[in-house]
Each structure stands twice: as C-alpha cells, then as structure tokens.
C-alpha cells in the first residue's frame, strides 16, 4: 500500500517540488520570503485561529446540548446542523451578502475579514460539532457516575468529562483551522486578501508559477507543522466515530433553560442552514416553473457520470482508508497514514497541477485521459480523513475481543471477517457517508484534471453559474442540494439494514 | 487481500487501456473560457454539422480561468488540446508568448479585419464584446452617468461605482487598454484618483452585475453579454455605452479569440472547428444568444444587438495591450492591495 501511495500520489508532488527546486532560478527560488508575505501569513493564520475557535466553540457547545442533554427535537436538531455541510462556502457567502442587503439595506460590513471568520466559523461548525459530538457520545457513563458522587455537576464537567473530550477538541480546532487556512473562495469573494488568494493571484493573474509553487510549499510546511502536530500527540486519542459499542453514554434532563436551547439552535439553523436555502428559493422562485424543467435538463445528463464517479470514488477511499488504518493498527505501519497527511495538507490548484504533470505523458494517457484521474484525485484529497475516522473506530475494538478469537483458533482472516468489519459497521458508514458528500462535491482539484468530454454535476453547475440567469442557477444548486440530501438519505437506510443484520456486534 | 488486489488490479487496467484505445479518433477537444452556456450550443452544432465529436473543457470568466489556463500551461510538453477559445484576446496573448499556440491561417480567417487578429495569426477574433456601463434605474439615471471612465474620478460620484478585480479577466484587459493610450503617469493618477473617490471592487464581472441589478450599488462597468442578461433578469437595469464622444478614449472591443495548440492531437479537426467559429453562423447565433457583435460583414442580427458602426472603438493594438498588460499587473497589485 505505501509503494502504491507513493508512486500514484506523492510522486505527482515529489516531481513537482523537486521541478520547482532544479528549474527556478537560484535567486528568484525564495524570493517570496519577505516582510510582506510574512505578514499576510500572520493575518491569515490569526483568521483561521480565530475560524476554528469561534466553530470549535460553537460546535462543542452544540455538541454538548445535544449528546449531553434530552430535551424535544434534539435528534432533528443533530441533523439539521450537519447539513450546512452540503452547501459550499461559497454559496453561503453570496447568501450572507444578499441576506445582510435585504435586512439592513448595506452589506459593507460583511466585506472584510471579520465577514471571512464569520462565514468560515458557520461553515466549519458541522464538522466540530460531528467531532466534539462523537467523543462527547463515547464517554462511558460510569466515569460521570462516579465524579457526581463526589462533586457538583459543574467541576464534573470541568474534571472529567471536558478532559475525556480535549483530544477532540484540538482535532477539530486544528482540522477547521487547515480547512479555513486553504479556502479561497470566500476571501476572494469577499475581496479580503489571504495568504492563499495571493497564492491564487500568482497562478492566475500573474502566471508566475515558480513564485506560486514556492508560496505553495511555505503554505504545505505550515499546515504539515499543524497536522504533524495533530498526528504526533493527538492520534491515538479517539476523536470522530459514530460506534454505539459499549456505549452507555449519561443523559441529563434539564427542567430551566430549555427555551434557551431551542432559541439557541433555531438562531444557529436560521444563518447556517435557513437564510442560504430561503435565499436561494427566492432567487429561484422568480423563474417560473419551466426554470426547474430547464435546470433538470441540463444537470440530467451529468448524474450518471458524476454518481458513478463519486460512488466509486468513495468506495476506494474507504477501502483504502480501511486498509491504512487497519495495518497501522495491526503492523504498526506509519508511513502511509503521514502519506496521506501530506497529500491532504496540498493546496488544490497545486494538487491539480502536479497531476497534470505528472500524468500527462504518452505512457500514462491511461490515466490522464480517463476517468481514473479523477479518482486519484478524490483519494488523494479525502483519504486521510477517512483513514483517521477508522482508524479511531478501530481503536474503540477490545484488544480482548481478537485475542480471544485467536485463542479460539480462529484465523486472522476470520477475526478480519467475523469480527473487525462488523464491529466497524459504524465507522466505515461514517466514512462512507463523509466521503461521498465531499467527492460529490470536490472542484477545486476535478476542475483541473477531468477528462475533456466528461460532465460532472459540480462542474457543470459552476460554469453554467457564471453567466446564466440567477433563477437558473440558484435552481440548479437547490436541486443538487435535494440530490445529495436523497442520496445520503438512501445510504443512511442500507446503513440501518446493515445495522440490524449485525446488531449482534453493537449491543 | 493481496490476491484480491491484484484481481482488481488485473481486471481494471487492462480494460481501461481498451477503453482508452476504443477513443473515437474523429473527434476535437477545446478548452474554452467562455461561459458555457454560451459556448456549448456553438460546440454542439457543430458536432452535429459535422460528424466530428467535440470534448470541451470550460471554464468561467468568474474564475478567472484558472482552470484552462493553468491546465493549458501544464500541458505545454505533451498537449492535449487542439482548440483554446477564449472570451478576449489576452489570455491567447498569456500562451503565444510561452510558445504554447500555433499559427492558423485559411479562407475564414481572411474574414476577419486586420485590427481582430494577431498579425502572425496565433490567434484570430471573432464576434466582439464592448465594455459598456451597466446601472439600476431605480438609483439614478442614464442622463447623470459618467459619459467617460476617466469621470470616474469625479466627485459626484463617490462611492457609487464598482468595477471588477483589475488584475483578471476583461477589467485588466480596460486597464492595459487606457495605461495604452493615457500613458503609464496619467493612467496610475486616474488609477489612485477613483480608489480616493470610493471605487468598490467586485470579484467578477458577474459579480459587478449582481450588485447593480440588487440595488447595492447604483452603476458599474461590466460587459455587454452581462449588461444583456441582466437586463433579461430584472427591469430595473438598464445600459450604456462610453466613451463615445470624438475627443474620448473611445469603447473598448473585445473580440472572442480562439488559437489552435501547438502540437495539437487531432490539428485537421481542430481547423475545421476554428473555421466554423470563424463564420457568418456561430456569429449570428453568438449574436442571438448573448447581443454579440459580429466582425464579419453581412451577418443578420438581432435589432438590439449594437453595430460596430455606432460606436467608436479605442483604437489600440492587442498586441501591445498584451504587452503592457504583463508590465502593469505587479502595480495593478499593488494599486489593490493599498
């Protein structure tokens, strides 16, 4: 597995870099090392600190309500916050910009940083809130038990439960942070300059693609330091699994406040989830109704194509993921679970173009030319994550468990079958799920690599968004919306169905 | 596993090399920055005129066609594209002077004036856009416009204006077009005069067209394929063009421009597709689709598609607005950047 790794998707990039290094001119290599980028990294990195911060914060405490407390529509609640997940920043940019004019008539305040941080904060909040939220699920409730015997519910939580779940915590902070540091659509719709719109700016505006991937590469050392961090202290703290094992996880019933949470979450729906989809049904609603027959003929023809692709796509990704995380847990083999970080910590455009360089060859017009381009790119974009939420799903298996089958006679292929997998249910679901809705969604990377010819949801969506009529548009993105939220819904019932022929492995 | 591995492994590759090697070999493939919506009909009548099957790649404007560019770029030594279309002549420009387009000439491109084409026909214009200013009737009205881009810098207008990011797509190619004709000295001074009067930079032309037609902002300086769909979209918007009076600077044109790729895998194809491109029926549907103005005479157009008759185009050499678009981009940079 890491031969493959190494020579499908790190190889693109070692090509690259080492082009970078050999070909630029010597004095030109670190001209990008100045005051000036400098500052803006500072800038930047304060705006992503300050992203993962108000998520983390926001997440955590939704995830506390709603894993720690019962109260009514809490489980509507739970998936109503993790739908934000399927609209792209971008999207919500333009909502909070039309929504912010239609109520005070004036949206300056939106075009700054402070708008950067906000829109980021609410795009990134499902995904701490799905960290914070699975380790806050996990915490065996003999632990609180026992703290409420001796102290008040208050340094309880403060004593026990926020330590069991600081692990998570720092994950989810640190992972918002990198996917906060390397967006570029919202500050570029913004118009507020980032470290990499700079980056963007020096590919596109300037062709200088020395200086570019030089930019690229101090961008890739700093999300690395970041993830390297991550990985070296954090990785063997559980931090994202949706596993039900042993889970006798304590549930508070609170008698004051109640309206307060549901203000507090019906506030959080309405700017996250709400304001973009009204906004968008009324850019759409001033169509007429042939508009929908118009968007559906246009997207009709991609959905083949771009489900096969996504479907297939988080297949291997899961496979892989599974394979990495289970030899990493077995053989102890590091290398390719830091292969894949490295890869993930890659700025899109610079991952588009190392493919392209690296693949465009007669020899490999196999790949080049076909779809399997694509498919590398969704692995090479997603497959850490996916490795890391199995990886902590395999942590949470009794040791016990296999050393018993082993006793029993059982063969390792056997426990793999009979025992790991099932228990895993829960996890490769998980993975599955996450993986699908970001391959469906992936362009930063497939708008550079995908075959000519080849029609893609996403794709088609956006260029047809530049100068098509707004009703148009926002229709077809509603409806690429309702898609995906049909396709997750589909997953989710074979999950069930999966669940109950194992259900022996969870209870 | 490792058997089962090697079983996909065995299955998969083998057939994706048959896949591959199956390719219809009568086929083209282009790259175009223009807006898909616009160019996909123009691609598909003539895969149907002609047997011959087009592989597109799009891209957008609002992107600043990173993706074609960068993938034009990248391709350089092993290209797999036949055709680049682009939405103006610069970007073709950006890839003749990295050597990566061929030069085309044929009883089409004779079609098309001198003044539209590279003189070694690297790349060759065809059914034009003008930059024109597009505003909101409900917030002022045509008569109170600047008549000029230069009136930008005018008082009165303070902070009611928006242009689009200067350092991509057709608002560099207004910016290299007056630094052109003004000079580097006067052009930097208009340039810091209309940031001093509150110009509100958009991320895109189509940026610019949703703020003006919201209401945000009462005018702004756009394309006329964006001024058209706009007005399409909502009553409030209305357009003008600029420049017009004898003593100005003149409306800048902005032919489209397509190249054929050094190098190209299918060049017979590709040919024939610019020729198509090049004719009297994709700049009459061009015209139809987005108020294009066609370059070769004798083209049928709609009644409000404008003539190049009634406006009086700045007179430049694309050529050498490429070049100074290249020398003026890091201060255009800069400029932003205050």
């Given at each position: 597995m890491p031969a493959i790794l190494l020579t499908t998707l790190v190889a693109p990039l070692a090509f690259l870099i080492t082009d970078w290094f050999t070909q630029t001119d010597k004095s030109a290599l670190f001209a990008f090392l100045n005051r000036t980028t400098l500052l803006l990294i500072g800038k930047s990195l304060l705006m992503a600190g300050l992203s993962a911060f108000f998520a983390t914060l926001a997440g955590g405490l939704c995830s506390f309500f709603l894993h720690k407390l019962s109260f009514k529509w809490n489980r509507f609640y739970k998936i109503a916050l993790v739908m934000p997940l399927l609209i792209s920043p971008y999207i919500f940019a333009v909502a909070w910009n039309g929504g912010l004019?239609?109520?005070?008539?004036?949206?300056?305040?939106?075009?700054s940083s402070a708008g950067v941080v906000l829109v980021h904060s609410l795009v990134f909040l499902p995904l701490a809130f799905i960290i914070i939220g699975s380790a806050l699920s996990q915490i065996n409730a003999t632990y609180e038990e026992a703290g409420l015997m001796l102290v008040s519910f208050k340094k309880m939580l403060v004593r026990i439960i926020l330590p069991l779940v600081k692990p998570a915590i720092l994950i989810s902070f640190l992972l918002v942070m990198i996917f906060s540091l390397s967006d570029f659509s919202v500050p570029a719709y913004f118009g507020v300059q980032t470290f990499t719109t700079e980056i963007f700016t020096q590919f596109s505006a300037l062709y200088?693609?020395?200086?570019?991937?030089?930019?690229?590469?101090?961008?890739?050392?700093?999300?690395?330091?970041?993830?390297?961090?991550?990985?070296?202290?954090?990785?063997?703290?559980?931090?994202?699994?949706?596993?039900?094992?042993?889970n006798t996880s304590k549930k508070y019933s609170i008698n004051r406040g109640k309206g307060f949470l549901h203000l507090w979450f019906w506030f959080l729906l309405f700017i996250s989830l709400v304001l973009p989809v009204v906004l968008l049904t009324i850019q759409s609603s001033a169509g007429n109704w042939l508009i929908i027959k118009k968007?559906?003929?246009?997207?009709?023809?991609?959905?083949?194509?771009?489900?096969?692709?996504?479907?297939?796509?988080?297949?291997?990704?899961?496979?892989?993921?599974?394979?990495?995380?289970?030899?990493?847990?077995?053989?102890?083999?590091?290398l390719p679970n830091s292969l894949m970080m490295i890869i993930f910590v890659v700025p899109s455009t610079v991952s588009g173009i190392s493919l392209i360089r690296f693949y465009n060859h007669p020899s490999l017009a196999f790949v080049y030319g076909s779809f399997l381009i694509i498919l590398l790119a969704y692995l090479g974009r997603f497959g850490f994550i996916a490795s890391r939420i199995i990886a902590n799903g395999l942590k949470q298996i009794p040791e016990s468990l296999m050393e018993a089958a082993l006793l029993a006679g059982a063969s390792p292929v056997k426990i793999f079958f009979s025992?790991?997998?099932?228990?895993?249910?829960?996890?490769?679901?998980?993975?599955?799920?996450?993986s699908f809705i970001l391959c469906w969604g992936e362009l930063g990377v497939v708008i550079m690599v995908y075959p000519p010819g080849a029609e893609l949801m996403n794709i088609k969506t956006f260029t047809i968004s530049a100068n098509a009529p707004l009703?148009?548009?926002?229709?077809?993105?509603?409806?690429n919306l309702c898609i995906t939220c049909l396709l997750i819904a589909m997953f989710l019932l074979t999950g069930r169905v999966l669940f109950k022929k194992y259900s022996y492995a969870f209870y | 596993m490792g058997k089962f591995s090697s079983f996909i492994s065995g299955i998969l590759v083998p057939l994706v090399f048959l896949l591959s090697s199956c390719q219809n070999k009568n086929q083209v493939v282009v790259y175009t920055s223009v807006d898909q919506v616009f160019s996909e009909p123009v691609l598909k009548d003539f895969e149907i005129k002609t047997g011959i099957r087009v592989r597109a790649v799009y891209d957008t404007e609002e992107t600043k066609s990173t993706g074609v560019m960068n993938r034009l770029i990248a391709e350089k030594d092993n290209p797999q594209c036949d055709v680049f279309w682009s939405g103006d002549p610069v970007r073709n420009g950006v890839l003749q002077s990295k050597g990566i387009t061929f030069p085309f000439q044929s009883v089409q491109t004779n079609l098309i004036g001198e003044a539209f084409k590279d003189p070694e026909n690297h790349w060759i214009g065809f059914s034009a856009r003008a930059r024109v200013l597009i505003y909101n009737k409900n917030m002022t009205s045509s008569d109170s416009l600047p008549k000029s881009v230069l009136d930008f810098s005018n008082p009165s207008y303070r902070g009611q204006f928006t242009i689009?990011?200067?350092?991509?797509?057709?608002?560099?190619?207004?910016?290299?077009?007056?630094?052109?004709?003004?000079?580097?000295?006067?052009?930097?001074?208009?340039?810091?005069?209309?940031?001093q009067n509150g110009v509100i930079i958009a991320a895109s032309n189509g940026d610019v067209k949703r703020k003006v037609m919201n209401g945000e902002i009462a005018f702004g300086l756009t394309d006329t394929d964006d001024a058209f769909e706009a007005m399409k979209e909502s009553d409030a918007v209305g357009f003008v063009f600029i420049d017009l009076e004898e003593t100005g600077i003149g409306t800048l044109i902005m032919p489209n421009a397509v190249s054929l790729i050094k190098g190209a895998p299918h060049s017979?194809?590709?040919?024939?597709?610019?020729?198509?491109?090049?004719?009297?029926?994709?700049?009459?549907?061009?015209?139809?689709?987005?108020?294009?103005?066609?370059?070769?005479?004798?083209?049928?157009?709609?009644?409000?598609?404008?003539?190049?008759?009634?406006?009086?185009?700045?007179?430049i050499d694309y050529k050498s607005v490429s070049g100074k678009l290249e020398d003026i981009q890091p201060w255009l940079k800069s400029w932003l950047e205050k």
């Open positions: 004019h239609l109520v005070l008539g004036n949206d300056a305040s939106i075009f200088n693609f020395p200086l570019a991937i030089g930019q690229s590469v101090l961008l890739l050392t700093i999300c690395f330091a970041i993830m390297f961090s991550e990985a070296k202290y954090l990785s063997d703290s559980p931090f994202f699994t949706i596993s039900l094992k042993g968007a559906w003929q246009l997207l009709e023809p991609t959905f083949g194509y771009s489900l096969g692709l996504a479907f297939t796509g988080t297949v291997i990704i899961t496979l892989s993921a599974l394979w990495i995380a289970y030899t990493a847990r077995v053989y102890n083999s590091k025992i790991t997998i099932p228990l895993l249910i829960p996890s490769l679901l998980a993975t599955f799920i996450l009703a148009l548009t926002s229709t077809m993105t509603l409806l | 689009a990011n200067p350092l991509f797509g057709t608002t560099t190619f207004h910016l290299a077009a007056i630094f052109t004709l003004l000079g580097d000295e006067k052009a930097k001074y208009w340039m810091d005069s209309i940031k017979e194809n590709a040919k024939k597709l610019i020729d198509y491109l090049i004719s009297q029926e994709t700049e009459s549907k061009l015209a139809v689709s987005c108020a294009q103005m066609p370059l070769i005479a004798g083209v049928k157009v709609p009644e409000n598609v404008p003539s190049l008759e009634n406006i009086r185009p700045m007179k």
